[in-house]
């Protein structure tokens, strides 16, 4: 299908580029951008007056539930969910039933995703057999088989030598291991550490689960040479480590969700479920940490941290209730919010979003790994146009995703997406975009 994409804000923080600009479509490839020759004959045109033509979203953190989990999320509503939110590339964990650690596996879940022609699936293998943390799995064929990384998911690895073997297997052959720092002795609470858990008498996580889990791994890089990708980071005190950490030149990475980016302990209020995550919300100044860290480029990448919850796992109380929140459908609204908020801009809110996840995939991405992210000629045509100056209000019942349950519900948040196009094709259409 030929696209022309007219009378748009062409935003690229990858280039810099922010302007006016015509995009031509052929081919699933994006062919012109600028001037479009009037030779091209387009088979649909979309007017962009108004809106902001950007890359495709890159989310690096999106459970789909699929396979094991599907009375909470179906691959179909949880891949709605992502082009609905402008999501075109997103990154799965393992932490499926069974646990992604066979090649076999990995095959289905993405010859699914295809099928579906909606967003680009690009999953983590299991780094341990079964996320058991005891044996290690064959990580170059689930290479092979299309995997970007290696991950334990929200599941701790307790056994320091079976992380030291993961990471050393890795540097090996130079593939990233994915973890969430967390000690698994120290993080077995509810809630963050502090007078909101007191007060609810909620058993609480402190900061030091995250700090200690931090100096392990890097002990451990410094050993091994391995790159590692830190999974949403929670407080300030394990950002300062990151930060010292790029400062000495180790291959580290990491990212934060845009509930810990937005939210605090305080927002628990009265046990309210829909707050229930991992890693737990903290306090005030760790979420100021977190926001002055994503601006400053400590942190590399924000995440969803999709995770859909079935009603009767969340309508329980506080410390039974299943951790987790839908998240893809909010992910642009909350980015461009917290630009607005800090005052950052537009263009380092998409980069969070875009060009900046892509550099954490790298090379596993393959032949698009040059062109995912961002916007260029003979690159793939995955874009994202959305209206800046649009608000709206959460609403469950309005959301694509099978899980309804999210923080933000009620909120007025800024920016709805108009059309997502992946491949070059239309994969999602606002009921009032006009074209």
Not at 393 to 406: E, I, N
Request: charged share 20%; with cysteine.
């Amino acid at each position: 299908m030929k696209i022309l994409i007219k009378n748009g804000r062409l935003v690229d923080p990858a280039t810099g580029r922010d302007g006016a600009a015509d995009v031509a479509i052929a081919a699933g490839r994006i062919v012109t951008i600028g001037s479009v020759s009037p030779d091209f004959q387009a088979d649909r045109s979309l007017d962009a007056t108004g809106l902001v033509v950007a890359p495709g979203l890159v989310d690096l953190a999106a459970r789909l539930r699929e396979p094991g989990y599907e009375h909470e999320g179906m691959l179909e509503s949880e891949m709605a969910a992502a082009v609905a939110g402008g999501v075109t590339s997103l990154v799965c964990p393992p932490d499926t039933d069974p646990a992604l650690d066979e090649p076999g596996l990995v095959e289905m879940l993405k010859f699914r995703a295809r099928n579906l022609n909606q967003s680009r699936l690009y999953p983590l293998g299991a780094l341990t057999r079964g996320l058991k943390g005891e044996s290690l799995t064959e990580m170059a064929e689930l290479t092979e088989a299309g995997c970007v990384g290696f991950s334990q998911a929200e599941v701790p690895l307790a056994n320091t030598q079976v992380l030291q073997r993961a990471l050393q297997y890795a540097a090996t052959f130079g593939y990233t291991v994915w973890l969430r720092p967390q000690d698994p002795h120290l993080g077995q609470g509810v809630a963050a550490s502090g007078a909101v858990a007191t007060r609810l008498g909620l058993s609480g996580v402190p900061v030091t689960a995250e700090t200690i889990a931090l100096h392990t791994i890097f002990e451990l890089m410094r050993a091994t040479g391995a790159r590692v990708h830190l999974c949403r980071l929670s407080s300030a005190a394990g950002l300062k480590l990151v930060r010292a950490a790029k400062d000495e030149g180790l291959p580290v990475s990491c990212d934060v969700s845009v509930n810990h980016l937005h939210l605090t302990d305080l927002d628990i209020g009265y046990f309210n479920a829909d707050m229930r995550l991992n890693p737990p919300l903290r306090q005030q100044r760790d979420r100021d940490a977190i926001r002055a860290a994503l601006a400053d480029g400590t942190v590399d990448a924000l995440v969803s941290d999709h995770t859909p919850v079935d009603e009767d796992a969340k309508t329980l109380p506080f410390g039974e209730a299943e951790p987790g929140a839908t998240g893809l459908e909010l992910l642009l609204s909350l980015s461009l919010k917290w630009g607005q908020d800090t005052g950052v801009g537009l263009l380092r809110s998409l980069a969070v979003l875009t060009s900046e996840p892509v550099r954490v995939i790298g090379e596993a991405l393959g032949s698009l790994a040059s062109s995912t992210g961002r916007l260029v000629e003979g690159g793939v045509a995955d874009l994202c146009l959305f209206d800046p100056g649009a608000r709206w209000q959460v609403a469950p019942a309005m959301l694509q995703s099978q899980g309804k349950h999210t923080p933000f519900t009620g909120y007025e948040l800024p920016g709805r997406v108009r059309w997502t196009v992946v491949a070059g094709q239309v994969a999602f259409e606002a009921r009032d975009a006009a074209a």
